[in-house]
C-alpha cells in the first residue's frame, strides 16, 4: 500500500516528496475514476441480487464490456 509523504509542520517537502505524492494520486484518481465508471452501470448501481458464487463472472463481464466500450 502506497502512503503519501507527509509535511512537518513548519516545513516544506522536498522535490522527490512531491513527485512521489503526485505519482500516487494519479493511480489513485485513476482508480477512483474506475469505480466510478463501474457504479454507472445499472446493475452495479442498484445492488446485485443474483446468487453470490455468480457475482465475480458477472463483474468480470462488466468489466470487460466497459474496457470494450472504452477502447
Known sequence: MCVPVRR???QTLTESARDYNR???SRRASVER???HLR???LL???YRGL????PPFLDAVTKLEIYRTS
Open 40 to 42: 454507472n452501470w445499472r
Open 45 to 47: 448501481a442498484t445492488g
Open 8 to 10: 512537518q509542520k513548519g
Open 23 to 25: 505519482a500516487i494520486a
Open 52 to 55: 453470490l458464487d455468480k457475482f
Open 34 to 36: 474506475v469505480i466510478a
